[in-house]
């Protein structure tokens, strides 16, 4: 079950450098939410300090009822287990195999048997497509693969809420596809509240409930999927399109002159490359494969904006009415599969399995969430 991560008018600088100030925002219960911003704008920062390994200065962050920014390191030894965490570069151990990286965190928080951490982990690798790798160091893996060892790793103490700092990055969008699922299913099986900074826009548009972003050292938005994707801003737009033209520059603001010179270029008919991509038409949201259980989020998440909408933009409604259909119809056709799989015998969860087991390389294939411990 997951837990309520609220963020309250955080403030964090490094010296004189202000990161970001005034962050406030709540990551719903069991919910999937995406962080999006240029680089540098602090988004890894914001994970570190989600989970007390960075202090800011004002604000707070209750996990569970605890503030994790003024509790003591022995509360904040604690609170940390409910944490599974995916690091941008894996942040694996070099002298210690796949295996013994994975086992990590059941060594240092559990009293649990050499079996069972044994049977575990290898859970957990299989998840993650690397069953056979376990004896292999990170050196002599693919960073792809380190990526997929560092996600076995966050999952083996069951957290009640993930962390993943792009969790694509060093995948290509095959394997990008097949991990998004799997944070996916994994929601559906353990509720886990999900936090994915993410710059891959393929999967702010289809995972996650909520997406927030951060811009010139704020948060410009956090919310409802669809209202940021129908948003006007113009650093929103610019963001989702991937246009040089806008208020993002190479570094983090654009001065008057760059500016002015964009105008006349794009007055001229010069682009800026972004792609012409309608980003208010909604994908659907990416649901649990077939014979996963629902996401309980799901329900909770709806009628929380169901709640909010009368608030929201005209856009943003017409959109979060039209995601609500389609995903009502995936569900629908997903229950039939399953009904008509469970009417000739066999069941659906099996036939994914078999989907994923792949003939070749089983070292670069996902399987399906098989479940808890
Ligand atoms: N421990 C630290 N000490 C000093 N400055 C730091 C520290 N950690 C991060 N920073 C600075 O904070 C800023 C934000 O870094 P961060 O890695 O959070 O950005 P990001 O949004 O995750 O970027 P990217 O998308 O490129 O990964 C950078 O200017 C970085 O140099």
């Known amino acids: 079950m997951g837990v309520e991560v609220s963020v309250e008018g955080l403030t964090k600088s490094f010296g004189s450098q202000n990161i970001w100030r005034d962050v406030t925002l709540t990551l719903p219960e069991g919910e999937v939410s995406a962080l999006l911003g240029p680089s540098g704008t602090g988004k890894s920062v914001f994970l570190k300090a989600l989970i007390g390994l960075l202090h800011p200065e004002q604000g707070s962050v209750i996990v569970d009822g605890t503030d994790i920014t003024k509790c003591s390191s022995k509360e904040l030894y604690e609170i940390r287990k409910l944490f599974g965490v995916l690091f941008q570069d894996g942040a694996l151990f070099g002298s210690m195999s796949l295996f013994d990286n994975t086992a990590f965190p059941l060594r240092e928080h559990t009293k649990k048997s050499e079996s069972d951490i044994r049977s575990i982990v290898m859970e957990k690798l299989d998840l993650v497509g690397l069953g056979d790798a376990g004896d292999k160091l990170p050196g002599e893996i693919s960073g792809g693969m380190r990526k997929r060892a560092g996600l076995a790793r966050a999952l083996v103490l069951d957290p009640q809420i993930i ?25 559906a099986e353990i509720d886990a509240t999900i936090l994915i900074v993410t710059h891959n826009i393929n999967i702010a548009r289809t995972i996650p409930d909520n997406i927030g972003m951060l811009f010139r050292k704020e948060l410009v938005m956090f919310g409802p999927r669809e209202v940021l994707l129908t948003s006007d801003e113009p650093a929103v737009k610019q963001f989702l399109s991937g246009d040089r033209f806008g208020p993002i520059g190479m570094s983090e603001e654009k001065d008057d002159a760059t500016a002015a010179q964009e105008q006349e270029l794009a007055d001229a008919g010069i682009g800026g490359g972004g792609t012409k991509d309608d980003f208010s038409e909604i994908i659907p949201q990416v649901q649990p494969n077939p014979g996963m259980p629902e996401r309980k989020a799901s329900a909770r998440h709806r009628q929380r904006v169901e709640d909010m909408m009368h608030e929201l933009p005209e856009s943003a409604q017409k959109a979060i009415r039209q995601s609500q259909e389609a995903e009502d119809e995936v569900r629908r056709n997903n229950a039939e599969a399953q009904e008509r799989s469970g009417q000739s015998g066999g069941s659906q969860k099996v036939d994914t399995e078999k989907q994923f087991a792949g003939s070749n390389d089983n070292t670069e294939q996902f399987p399906a969430y098989r479940g808890g411990n």
Not at 164 to 179: K, W
């Open 163 to 187: 962390l993943c700092d792009e969790p694509d990055s060093g995948l290509d969008p095959v394997r990008t596809a097949y991990i998004s699922q799997l944070l996916i299913d994994i929601n």
